[in-house]
């Protein structure tokens, strides 16, 4: 269950990667790009410097993943009916506006969905961990000086 301490910061983080998402017309490279502010501020609302970092980062690692799960749903909600245009023999997919990657313009459309709707959030896990690591080295490195 979901304490009213929790829910602003998780409706505040929908807000945000909703914006971002329209802000990319739904293509999610500021989805992916916010995952440098998040890492950062998970990691400085986390990780207390005396703590036993053990159970911080496995909270870290959860919130980054529940943060990569909100795009992913996100990114279904946006480009999840194109999906059924391949099982329509009569879908252009040469002028749906999809770069021709691969191509083909149908394993070109399938290349652009996997990549709008899995491998974007992913990068954003990706980038989430990556400025996590960052902040907590730095932090660590202040600490110990």
Same mark, same amino acid.
């Given at each position: 269950m979901i304490s009213k301490q929790q829910l602003k910061p998780l409706i505040m983080y929908l807000l945000a990667d909703i914006i971002c998402a329209g802000a990319g017309m739904g293509v999610p490279i500021f989805c992916i790009l916010l995952g440098f502010p998040l890492g950062w501020l998970l990691t400085k609302g986390i990780i207390s @410097?005396?703590?036993?970092?053990? @159970?911080?980062?496995?909270?870290?690692?959860?919130?980054?993943?529940?943060? /990569?799960?909100?795009? *992913?749903?996100?990114?279904?909600? $946006?480009?999840? /009916?194109?999906?059924?245009?391949?099982?329509?023999?009569? /879908?252009? *997919?040469?002028? *749906?506006?999809?770069?021709? $990657?691969?191509?083909?313009?149908?394993?070109?459309?399938?290349?652009?969905? $996997?990549?709008?709707? $899995?491998?974007? @959030?992913?990068?954003q896990l990706l980038t989430t961990i990556f400025a996590s690591f960052i902040t907590l080295l730095t932090r660590l490195e202040r600490i110990s000086m």
């Open positions: @410097p005396t703590a036993n970092l053990a @159970p911080s980062l496995r909270k870290l690692l959860k919130l980054s993943l529940l943060s /990569s799960v909100v795009t *992913f749903l996100l990114m279904i909600l $946006i480009w999840g /009916s194109a999906i059924l245009l391949l099982f329509d023999n009569s /879908s252009d *997919f040469q002028n *749906f506006g999809h770069p021709m $990657i691969l191509y083909d313009p149908k394993i070109s459309f399938i290349g652009w969905l $996997i990549l709008m709707i $899995i491998i974007s @959030p992913f990068l």
